[in-house]
């Protein structure tokens, strides 16, 4: 027998089922599982090049594969020139069949697209997806991109483009192609692409265009201001615009833009069903403008996204109106991370108590609601008309008592509220108890999420009484980061051996099973009687048993590498004051102009940390990649795009990102700072540290975190923070 048979023959278990050893595979090895996969009569769902575990030349073999699958996944994956010259023929191949590439966060660089191009020509590509975010290209590409579009077999239907630096020159290149008529674009994503109000002119053409198919655009991230949404109006105005998805997140929008696209939804031919106006300072006086828009009988919009826009209560009068209105199609309202309060909630609650309310989905995160707003939402639930299927009231203080005022709706017959997001909301095991004498009654709640509550192990038992019930419908429970053990995974297996259970998803990531703990609920996935599918235990261990965000802690340390030169590291770089009568050495990851100075250690899933200061401080979060030379504020944390940061004095507390300035109406009160970071979540919150280790929060920011992080300081003079 050949080598290559006997090769062959060991790997086609592994080939099958794509399990793949934690060992390195050979570039031999790679060539093997490539030419199963082509000789396939059955075609792959997907083609993941961060399953195996092989070499740059590895990868290089595996490509070819990607003609037998129906998506292919090689973000993150170091593709060379080669690689893209191997992946364009291998598009050209007749028989290919791959729909979706993502070929995200490879250096690609304009000179790869151009190599790629050629197979995305091919009247053989089949490709319907394509996804180029974060591959440093620039308006070359979308010159590139353009010929791609106008050629008359291609089948694209999705481009990502997002985080490049195409800038408007890209846009007015790829223009050209989405105007053709040959284009059968219906999404693109624009984000964080260094575009201005110009840009919006160009797309404005574009959706004007009779041939564009365009129903999905994202711009956000970028700099279009109120000028760029009044240049985009005409195009979503007129007779031929399709668009049904609009994204402006971060885009530097007033009460101004609110009033202009009040006017587009007012439009009898306009297809706007998903708004997303997340993170601008639109305030009350733009959801007012808005709300006109919004209660006209031609408005269509179905999802509206006003997350982190400085709104209050007097927002949630006004979107009652819109509630109530005969004619709204509103079905989700993301109004999460605004200073709503209680009073906020009540008078949202006459509108989703309305007849004529159509809402499914609300999300409340983070809007300092209280017990109160539980009671009121209470009545909500019980009310016959209403449509409510999914309720988030994540990261507000609702403690015990807000379930126990919550409890008489949830329970209520005519309840339809399918999934109840209560995550990080100081909960314990009194309501643990009262879910579990919830979940015996004949209710439709499909999904639970009780995420960061400390319940231990006690909760989860009383919780487990319920989830052994016939009527117990739940399908998802995640008590990730609750303080579980052992025994509390052993009462979990319990009610999941039940023939009874529903539970399909359990997330217990974030606790301390142990290895008795993973064993026994591993052993309900095998068990065909169980319904389980999907089960997480991940990021377990003994700390993960602190309560609070205790059990995120992580230890950091100054980088001297990259302190500015009047900055003092002291207490085994725990330690940096600004003393004007210290330097370093020059070094590469420097700052030379501003007194700031990066932690060595990276930012990754959940992380808590401390830090106590003197004087005035910026508190910051910052990607790897700010710039360190120079006095520009693309180099300052809080002027740009790549940090976040806490400002505090003696006297006031104030956070900043992107020049954006939100003042807090918090004193400071404690020279001890909380931040808490859930990296996959794009969270990131500041708290403040009482004498007795009480946390009071001050701020969150709601984001999507692109690129690694870590956590610095802005020192000023005669200034200190020592890391806790």
Known sequence: MSAFAITLTAFTAYIVKDKFSKKQLSPAQCSVITYMRVQSENKKEELNLKKFN?????????????????????AGCSLTALSLEILSTALKTENS????????????????????????????CKLEIIRLAVCKLSAQSCNTLTSVLQTETSC????????????????????????????????????????????????????????????????????????????????LKSSHCKLEILRLVVCKLSAQSCDTLNSVLQTETSCLKELDLCNNDLQDAGVEKLSVGLKSSHCKLE??????????????????????????????????????????????????????????????VVC?????????????????????????????????????????????????????????????????????????????????????????????QLLCAGLKTGDCKLEILILSGCMIKEEGCSSLASALSSNLSHLKELDLTYNHPGESGVKVLSARLEDPRCTLRTLRVEHGGENRIKPGLKKYSCDFTLDPNTAYRFLSLTDGNRK?????????????????????????????????????????????????SIRRKGDSEDCRFGLNEKSWILRCSDNRYSVRHNKNITELSA?????????????????????????????????????????PLCAGFYIYYRSSVCLK
């Open 156 to 235: 694209l239907k999705e481009l990502d483009l997002s985080n490049n630096d195409l800038q408007d020159a890209g846009v007015e290149n790829l223009s050209v192609g989405l105007k053709s008529s040959h284009c059968k674009l219906e999404i693109l994503r624009l984000a964080v692409c260094k575009l201005s109000a110009q840009s919006c002119d160009t797309l404005q053409s574009v959706l004007q265009t009779e041939t564009s198919c365009l129903k999905e655009l994202d711009l956000s991230n970028n700099d279009l201001q109120d000028a760029g949404v009044e240049k985009l109006s005409v195009g």
């Open 576 to 624: 940096v004051e600004c003393v004007r009568s210290h330097s370093y050495p020059d070094h590469p990851e420097r700052f030379d102009y501003w007194e700031q100075v990066l932690c060595r250690e990276s930012l990754t899933g959940r992380c808590y940390w401390e830090a106590e200061r003197s004087g005035k401080v910026r508190i910051a979060v910052t990607y790897k």
């Open 97 to 124: 069949s791959v729909k979706e590439l993502d070929l995200s966060k490879n250096d690609l660089q304009d000179a790869g697209v151009e190599k790629l191009s050629s197979g995305l020509k091919s009247s053989h």
């Open 368 to 460: 300092k609601l209280s017990a109160q707003s539980c009671d009121t939402l209470n009545s909500v639930l019980q009310t016959e008309t209403s449509c409510l299927k999914e309720l988030d009231l994540s990261n507000n203080d609702l403690y015990d008592s807000g379930l126990a005022n919550l409890f008489a709706g949830l329970k209520s017959s005519i309840c339809k509220l399918q999934i109840l997001r209560l995550a990080l909301c100081n909960l314990g095991v009194n309501t643990c108890e009262r879910l579990g004498s919830l979940l015996k009654l004949e209710i439709s709640l499909k999904a639970l999420d009780l995420s960061n509550n400390d319940l231990q192990d006690s909760g989860v």
């Open 667 to 707: 004193q400071p009160s404690s020279k001890r700072v909380g931040v808490y970071v859930d990296c996959p979540a794009g969270s990131l919150s500041f708290y403040s540290v009482s004498d007795d280790q009480t946390l009071t929060h001050l701020h969150t920011f709601s984001t999507t975190f692109t690129e």
């Open 54 to 74: 092989t070499s740059e030349e590895g990868y290089r073999r595996l490509i070819p594969a990607v003609t037998n699958c129906r998506k292919a996944q090689f």
């Open 303 to 364: 999802i509206l996204r006003l997350v982190v826009c400085k709104l209050s209560a007097q927002s949630c009068d006004t979107l009652n109106s819109v509630l109530q209105t005969q004619t709204s199609c509103l079905k989700e309202l993301d109004l999460c991370n605004n200073d709503l309060q209680d009073a906020g909630v009540e008078k949202l609650s006459v509108g989703l108590k309305s007849s004529h309310c159509k809402l499914e989905i609300l999300r409340l």
